[in-house]
């Protein structure tokens, strides 16, 4: 290694104070001589070009006497000003053969502008004043203030804006606890309750504010919603009197993407993929691939990646995928048999793990890294709670211009289920209002089954697969020509876990084991409880035959009349609706899961054992009523996927500008012009969670898998990924 040395320096001794202020006094005079030195010979240049002007606009500087005594150096000063001057003559003389071809330019401000010019030739010409009083008076001329006087109206404030009372203390209090209504809802008190605390402080500053903005002075009784408003109004007044513009929170990016051209991009991130035959990998892939068929924006669908143990613990019969590229071949054959149509859209993979405690596929990183940032513009979550329980990275918010979540599962329902359930479902509960409340716009949920989250509402956007309404058509054809059709009696068809409705099944048929004699059932399905439920059965000596699990499309289901599911857990069964769709009886619990079914006149609800026994004999004596055409509609994923589009405000988003475009036209609107306080707090909440799930430990105490907060090398080498230490490098000293 070679050692730097710093050359040596010879050390004087320190000087006295009169030698600091002497040499000090040095410096400051020589600076001055030169400041004059260069005043004085811009002073003479200009001077000569003043003069050579009001001789001729085509000669060159004049030198004067003074300036013949001056040094050579500023001669070639001088010099070198005659290679411009002799351009400008050039141009000159160019502007006036063209004059001379067109005509002079009449132009009013033209022809005033050179009527002053020549007024200012003849005062310099008048005049022995120094330039210094030379641009003092124009400065101070007529012309000068009139080009000041019109900058200043094209720059003047609205006069709207000026004499703003600014904001009291009721205002301020009243605006604090309006943002604060969906906080304070998490923490028990009730929005009615909020929004009576608003009006009161409302009135007390009524007669300071409101009847600024009511026209006549306004009426002194005011609903909520016009109070709302009012208040909005005129927070935005004074702050646009100050012209303050905010244009993002706290917590919040500010910088989204605005996506340019004619097409938006749609990002559906789901839990699951097939072969898995899961309604969170089935519904997924449908919804993107009649988003797509429309053609209006482009579409991408990120499914889990799963390493080859994990393939083998979810993969029915063993089937296993070397790569992401074979998994995708598999995924668009399976899609393209059911659907009758080329879909066109892209399919993605992120890293997943297989988790055995909670029977799901858990994400390992983060997901939003796998959307492009030029992709970033619409997400739609399947199971938002499922996808951020652990998720550690970039806000889905932040990096996206409107979040959507749909809600599939009621996991609160199946975790009372287990040891220590009520205390489970309590935390549970809570963390699915946080992940939600901070990482998505808006909520959908297929039922009012699930939890009340955030910002959501229930609507229904699933439809049923394509090939199910065909089965259907072909039955009610047959009927009608005199044809049998149902020549089977009754069946259920279910993943077999207890909590999928087989605990419901067994206790309502062993309680009613001298009504339902002769009376037999098929149960079709595989799963984790299946040796337990066929046990159970046989002990209680139930008329119940065990199947394999099938696709509810097999030829050897379509001859069967009526489907009993009596599940309370879902969410919204989508085998409930395949049986619909093929014509068959339904036979369910009258539960706020099959809400959207029971419009159907062949869906038979129940609410006690009692009638469950009556609605069984009455769907076996009885034959089902074909679909009508709107009936039909109204289980095709055209429907669902418009109500999709209504509910979830896609369709005004893909219809209009964009928000960040609306706030560039605007300048200032409602939105833009206040600090969203509940914003705010959903980033803060944002920043907790992400704070939090970045700790091993606390992701391990609250059941997350081990090292899944980054992918490991297997995902790497699938998915041809760089190592998560290369991807987010920490740097340390």
């Given at each position: 290694m070679i050692n730097f040395r710093p050359p040596e320096t010879r050390t004087r001794p320190?000087?006295?104070?009169?030698?600091?202020?002497?040499?000090?006094?040095?410096?400051?005079?020589?600076?001055?001589?030169?400041?004059?030195?260069f005043k004085n010979?811009?002073?003479?240049?200009?001077?000569?070009?003043?003069?050579?002007?009001?001789?001729?606009?085509?000669?060159?500087?004049?030198?004067?006497?003074?300036?013949?005594?001056?040094?050579?150096?500023?001669?070639?000063?001088?010099?070198?000003?005659?290679?411009?001057?002799?351009?400008?003559?050039?141009?000159?003389?160019?502007i006036k053969e063209e004059r001379g071809q067109f005509g002079e330019f009449d132009w009013e401000p033209i022809r005033a502008f050179k009527t002053r010019l020549k007024e200012l030739e003849v005062e310099i010409k008048g005049t022995s004043s120094s330039p210094a009083e030379i641009f003092e008076g124009i400065k101070n001329s007529e012309f000068v203030g009139k080009v000041k006087s019109s900058l200043k109206?094209?720059?003047?404030?609205?006069?709207?804006?000026?004499?703003?009372?600014?904001?009291?203390?009721?205002?301020?209090?009243?605006?604090?606890?309006?943002?604060?209504?969906?906080?304070?809802?998490?923490?028990?008190?009730?929005?009615?309750?909020s929004e009576k605390i608003v009006?009161?402080?409302?009135?007390?500053?009524?007669?300071?504010?409101?009847?600024?903005?009511?026209?006549?002075?306004?009426?002194?009784?005011?609903?909520?919603?016009?109070?709302?408003?009012?208040?909005?109004?005129?927070?935005?007044?004074?702050?646009?009197?100050?012209?303050?513009?905010?244009?993002?929170?706290?917590?919040?990016?500010?910088?989204?993407?605005?996506?340019?051209?004619?097409?938006?991009?749609?990002?559906?991130?789901?839990?699951?993929s097939l072969p898995w035959m899961t309604g969170t990998a089935v519904n997924p892939l449908f919804r993107a691939a009649y988003l797509a068929k429309s053609e209006k924006q482009n579409v991408t669908l990120l499914v889990p990646w799963l390493c080859k143990s994990d393939q083998e613990l979810v993969y029915p019969n063993q089937l296993t995928f070397s790569s992401p590229e074979a998994q995708e071949l598999y995924i668009r054959t399976w899609l393209e048999e059911r659907i009758g149509f080329k879909a066109d859209f892209k399919i993605s993979f992120y890293p997943g793990k297989f988790s055995k405690?909670?029977?799901?596929?858990?994400?390992?990183?983060?997901?939003?890294?796998?959307?492009?940032?030029?992709?970033?513009?619409?997400?739609?979550?399947?199971?938002?709670?499922?996808?951020?329980?652990?998720?550690?990275?970039?806000?889905?918010?932040d990096k996206f211009n409107h979040v959507v979540g749909i809600v599939h599962t009621n996991y609160l329902e199946y975790i009372k289920r287990e040891k220590n359930g009520a205390l489970q479902a309590f935390f549970v509960k809570h963390i699915n209002n946080w992940v939600t409340r901070a990482y998505c716009d808006k909520v959908l949920r297929l039922s009012a089954a699930t939890q009340d989250l955030p910002r959501s509402l229930v609507c229904n956007v699933h439809g049923v697969n394509p090939k199910f309404l065909k089965i259907g058509?072909?039955?009610?054809?047959?009927?009608?020509?005199?044809?049998?059709?149902?020549?089977?009696?009754?069946?259920?068809?279910?993943?077999?876990?207890?909590?999928?409705?087989?605990?419901?099944?067994?206790?309502?048929?062993?309680?009613?084991?001298?009504?339902?004699?002769?009376?037999?059932?098929?149960?079709?399905?595989?799963?984790?409880?299946?040796?337990?439920?066929?046990?159970?059965?046989?002990?209680?000596?139930?008329?119940?035959?065990?199947?394999?699990?099938?696709?509810?499309?097999d030829d050897s289901l379509h001859g069967y009349k009526v489907f009993i599911n009596p599940s309370i857990s879902d969410v919204l069964c989508t085998a409930t609706a395949e049986a619909l769709a093929m014509?068959?009886?339904?036979?369910?619990?009258?539960?706020?899961?099959?809400?959207?079914?029971?419009?159907?006149?062949?869906?038979?609800?129940?609410?006690?054992?009692?009638?469950?026994?009556?609605?069984?004999?009455?769907?076996?004596?009885?034959?089902?009523?074909?679909?009508?055409?709107?009936e039909q509609y109204k289980l095709s994923w055209e429907a669902a996927t418009q109500r999709f589009m209504e509910y979830s405000d896609i369709d005004k988003i893909l219809s209009s500008e964009t928000t960040l475009d609306r706030r560039r036209r605007k300048g200032m609107g409602k939105s833009v012009s206040m600090p969203n306080l509940e914003g705010m707090v959903d980033g803060g909440l944002a920043f907790a969670h992400n704070w939090l799930t970045g700790n091993e430990f606390l992701r391990l105490c609250t059941g997350a898998i081990p090292r899944s907060r980054d992918y490991d090398k297997e995902h790497c080498n699938d998915l041809h990924l760089l190592p998560p230490q290369v991807q987010n490098p920490i740097y340390g000293w």
């Open positions: 320190p000087a006295g104070w009169q030698e600091v202020r002497s040499s000090a006094d040095a410096d400051l005079q020589l600076i001055k001589n030169r400041a004059n030195k010979i811009a002073d003479r240049e200009l001077e000569n070009f003043l003069n050579s002007a009001s001789i001729s606009p085509f000669t060159g500087p004049v030198i004067t006497a003074s300036a013949a005594n001056t040094p050579p150096a500023e001669i070639d000063f001088v010099k070198k000003l005659r290679p411009k001057l002799s351009e400008f003559r050039r141009a000159n003389e160019r109206s094209i720059c003047k404030e609205p006069e709207e804006t000026k004499g703003v009372p600014p904001l009291d203390v009721p205002e301020l209090l009243a605006y604090l606890v309006r943002q604060s209504s969906p906080f304070l809802d998490q923490i028990g008190i009730r929005k009615d309750v009006e009161s402080l409302c009135s007390k500053g009524q007669n300071k504010f409101l009847l600024h903005s009511l026209p006549g002075g306004g009426s002194s009784l005011i609903d909520g919603d016009i109070m709302s408003d009012e208040l909005d109004l005129r927070i935005a007044s004074v702050l646009q009197s100050t012209g303050h513009c905010y244009d993002g929170g706290f917590w919040e990016d500010s910088t989204k993407q605005h996506l340019p051209g004619d097409k938006r991009h749609v990002a559906i991130v789901t839990t699951a405690a909670r029977r799901s596929i858990l994400p390992a990183g983060d997901t939003s890294h796998f959307i492009p940032s030029r992709d970033a513009d619409i997400a739609i979550l399947e199971e938002p709670e499922h996808l951020n329980w652990y998720h550690h990275g970039k806000r889905w918010t058509e072909k039955a009610a054809a047959d009927k009608q020509s005199g044809q049998k059709v149902f020549s089977k009696g009754a069946y259920f068809l279910g993943k077999m876990v207890w909590a999928k409705g087989y605990r419901e099944l067994i206790d309502l048929l062993s309680k009613h084991k001298t009504e339902f004699d002769g009376f037999n059932l098929d149960v079709f399905g595989n799963g984790e409880d299946a040796h337990e439920v066929q046990s159970t059965a046989k002990r209680l000596n139930l008329n119940v035959n065990f199947m394999k699990g099938r696709d509810h499309a014509g068959k009886f339904v036979v369910c619990a009258d539960h706020p899961s099959n809400e959207f079914f029971q419009a159907f006149p062949n869906c038979l609800t129940y609410k006690t054992p009692e009638d469950f026994v009556a609605k069984v004999e009455e769907a076996m004596s009885s034959e089902p009523r074909p679909l009508t055409p709107e």
